[in-house]
């Protein structure tokens, strides 16, 4: 069964305090991993596509990683505007494109 | 360009009720997805449908159930409601079925709450 871990859950930083969030994953065979935004009561907001190992995309302050194994999403000096609940998922090539997400990292970034 | 809309924004039933869920897709997208986020946790795969045919189907009970229409909207329906049916309703839509078209984008979400 397809499956997704996120580490840490909750994650508090001082804004220009960079770190990374973990996403550990086991899938029959990796169609794509995603990273998406989510603030309090909304829907989640789309940031990166990775297909394969190997593979890195950024955009501002953040950028995501990918290996056989775990993504990783680098946050760079970030602002109190980060502060959201980022969700990994990922997506098999066999069935249908349903994404398999974990439980998300809870991120507070203080001023 | 209008991304994925949902209706309602929010709603109140009691336990045993029935609900309809509405989805409109970005314009173009022919795939439209349901997913269940309960409180704390991420969403779970609820169903898929493509050109109007279901391709998926996740662990729900037969309470559950969509279809999609000829311009591509859906609608999620369930049957006599629970307490545990509590949860933020997302819909989803991607373009294709090929590979570098597959990202689903969501929508606002529809907040259900049941007493």
């Known amino acids: 069964e397809d499956q997704v871990t996120q580490s840490p859950e909750a994650l508090r930083l001082q804004e220009g305090e960079s770190s990374s969030l973990n996403c550990s994953y086991t899938?029959?065979?990796?169609?794509?991993l995603f990273w998406y935004r989510q603030d309090p009561g909304k829907g989640p907001e789309f940031l990166f596509t990775?297909?394969?190992a190997g593979e890195e995309k950024e955009k501002e302050r953040l950028k995501a990683t990918l290996t056989k194994k775990e993504s990783f999403l680098h946050i760079t000096a970030p602002k109190p505007e980060d502060s959201a609940t980022y969700l990994c998922?990922?997506?098999?090539?066999?069935?249908?494109?349903?994404?398999?997400f974990g439980q998300g990292t809870r991120l507070t970034i203080n001023p | 360009d209008a991304g994925v809309t949902q209706s309602p924004t929010h709603l109140i039933k009691t336990r045993g009720q029935h609900v309809t869920l509405r989805c409109s897709p970005i314009?173009?997208?022919?795939?439209v997805s349901w997913y269940q986020q309960v409180l704390g946790q991420g969403p779970q795969f609820i169903f898929q449908?493509?050109?109007?045919?279901?391709?998926g189907r996740g662990n729900f009970p037969d309470r559950f159930s969509a279809r999609q229409f000829p311009n591509y909207s859906s609608e999620l329906n369930v049957n006599a409601l629970l307490l545990g049916d509590s949860a933020l309703y997302l819909c989803?839509?991607?373009?294709?079925?090929?590979?570098?078209?597959?990202?689903?984008?969501f929508g606002p979400g529809t907040r259900l709450l049941v007493l």
């Open positions: 989803a839509s991607s373009s294709f079925w090929d590979r570098g078209q597959e990202t689903q984008y």
């Open positions: 899938v029959s065979g990796l169609r794509g």
């Open positions: 990775l297909y394969s």
């Open positions: 998922a990922v997506q098999a090539i066999q069935g249908a494109q349903k994404l398999v």
């Open positions: 314009s173009g997208h022919k795939s």
């Open positions: 449908y493509y050109e109007k045919e279901e391709r």
